[in-house]
């Protein structure tokens, strides 16, 4: 079944600034989102059910911060899900995932979009090709590197070495992500790699797939849980470095096992299914 999309009178819009920054980005974007995008319902709510579960089990794992911060997927050119403004990542259901364009404007869901949410997203998704999904969130350990001047990933963990050669670092903080200008910048800053860390604010990560983003983001929180506490441990002795090339052996043999990423967002469905009946009700959305 294909589903027509075109953008909603009276969508979710960005807030304008003196200098226009909210509007369409460009002619071309405002061009795009006034054209019809046929896209597979299969595909759609597929995509609000990985992201539906992504979220839940993030809350569950407390890397969520009260309603703030948002998942997104591309599904086509300028067509994206994202979640609602107003909505704990606990109680959000499938049903609840909006579909927008890239200028922001609700196409189909029954909530508003935050009109800040967008701002990073959108830049990401132009910028990056590779970002299909991207997670943004503050979850604790990730966001206590970026607290430290010169914050880093140590390469000393089986769990860092994943992401040998995948991490940037945005080591300039200007406050809120307000503007289309910050959006970009901070979107240049990831530069095709999987993961921004932004001084004294929070992660980034970015992945093909629903599945592998949400696999990188629990593994990213884990070997910064790690660091956190082999430093504390330490007591200013040096934590153990693996050589480079070992680094670079071991991030080549965990991405050959992507499959895991895959099976790991199943078992949560699973877990969701047992524990919280109705997390993935797509009736609403039938409904309209």
Request: aromatic share 6%; hydrophobic share 40%.
């Amino acid at each position: 079944m294909l589903l027509e999309t075109t953008a909603q009178t009276g969508g979710a819009t960005r807030p304008e600034n003196a200098n226009g920054a909210g509007r369409a980005n460009t002619a071309k974007d405002a061009t795009a989102s006034a054209q019809p995008v046929d896209l597979d319902r299969g595909i759609v709510d597929k995509g609000r059910i990985d992201l539906t579960a992504a979220l839940r089990w993030s809350a569950r794992l407390q890397l969520n911060e009260g309603v703030c911060n948002h998942f997104s997927l591309e599904l086509a050119p300028d067509r994206y899900l994202i979640n609602p403004q107003g909505l704990h990542w606990s109680e959000v259901t499938a049903a609840d995932i909006l579909l927008i364009d890239g200028a922001g404007q609700v196409l189909e869901g029954r909530h508003s979009l935050e009109p800040t949410a967008f701002f990073i997203h959108s830049w990401i998704h132009r910028l990056n090709p590779h970002a299909r999904c991207i997670l943004h969130t503050h979850m604790p350990y990730a966001t206590a590197l970026t607290l430290i001047d010169g914050g880093r990933l140590q390469w000393c963990n089986q769990n860092t070495l994943r992401f040998w050669n995948r991490v940037g670092y945005d080591d300039e903080y200007r406050g809120l992500a307000l503007s289309e200008a910050e959006g970009r910048r901070i979107a240049g800053a990831l530069n095709g790699r999987d993961v921004l860390f932004s001084a004294s604010h929070g992660v980034t990560v970015v992945a093909a797939s629903v599945a592998w983003a949400f696999d990188d983001l629990y593994y990213l929180e884990r070997a910064c849980m790690h660091q956190v506490l082999a430093v504390q441990a330490a007591n200013g002795r040096p934590l153990r470095r693996v050589p480079d090339a070992m680094c670079e052996q071991v991030g080549r043999q965990i991405a050959g096992e992507r499959q895991q990423s895959d099976l790991f967002l199943d078992s949560v469905k699973r877990m969701l299914g047992r524990e919280a009946p109705g997390w993935d009700d797509l009736q609403d959305l039938a409904q309209r």
